[in-house]
């Protein structure tokens, strides 16, 4: 299957600081990204889409000023966790799918960020 | 609105054992993609089956089965001869409208 990669897969920062976390798809051409939360033992939480050509989607409840997205590329985006604070601390995972209705998407390894 | 319910959040099965997850979901769509994922310690997300809603066959993948009740919006994953390495969270999810719809999980442990 398409291969997602997804770095860091842990990073700590202080508080404060901004963290940047990629997702690149690795042999085809991600035409939407989705970036999702996942705090222990739950599901995945949506947090942005991000298509070729426009600007990311957020969700409700979801500071587009404090998580930056970029789809740089079709093959490239990237999640900016700006000022971070200690209840940012979570589990984000990013997912790429490319064009055609009936390609599924597929999953990153996970960031793990930890605020200090 | 679109949802996704998984009523089982944990289930056991002994190795070698066989094994159904639950989920039902609700959309007004007719057109769509259901899909099991499974999420292991290592929190990588697995695609483990698909189906698509305009099939009536149920999709089969080695030792993964899934009966789609589209009328009944079911959609319940059978693990044959259930192993070690199947221990992991199961996520239920629907794709529509360009955006994915999970369920809350349901955590299977493989008894050896």
């Known amino acids: 299957g398409a291969v997602v990669s997804q770095h860091p897969s842990r990073v700590i920062c202080k508080s404060g600081t901004s963290v940047k976390i990629e997702c690149r798809s690795l042999?085809?051409?991600?035409?939407?990204m989705f970036w999702y939360r996942q705090f222990p033992k739950q599901s995945l939480m949506l947090m942005a889409t991000s298509n070729e050509g426009s600007k990311a989607t957020y969700e409700q409840g979801v500071e587009k000023d404090k998580f930056l997205i970029n789809h740089a590329s079709l093959t490239l985006s990237t999640l900016t966790v700006t000022s971070a604070h200690p209840e940012d601390s979570s589990f984000y995972i990013c997912?790429?799918?490319?064009?055609?209705?009936?390609?599924?998407?597929?999953f990153g390894q996970g960031t793990r960020l930890t605020v200090v | 609105a679109q949802t996704v319910t998984q009523s089982q959040p944990e289930m056991s099965v002994q190795e070698a054992e066989t094994v159904t997850l639950s989920c039902t979901y609700d959309?007004?769509?007719?057109?769509?993609?259901l899909f099991w994922y499974k999420q292991p310690p290592s929190r990588q997300m697995i695609l483990v089956i698909r189906?698509?809603?305009?099939?009536?066959q149920n999709a089969t993948e080695n030792r993964f089965s899934v009966n789609f009740q589209k009328a009944a919006k079911s959609f319940s994953l059978k693990i044959s001869d259930s192993q070690l390495g199947d221990t992991a969270m199961y996520f239920c999810a629907f794709f529509v409208g360009n955006q994915f719809y999970f369920g809350t999980g349901t955590s299977l442990t493989v008894i050896p």
């Open positions: 959309t007004s769509e007719s057109n769509y993609y």
């Open positions: 042999d085809f051409q991600a035409t939407t």
């Open positions: 189906q698509e809603a305009y099939k009536q």
């Open positions: 997912s790429a799918r490319g064009r055609g209705t009936n390609t599924e998407a597929f």
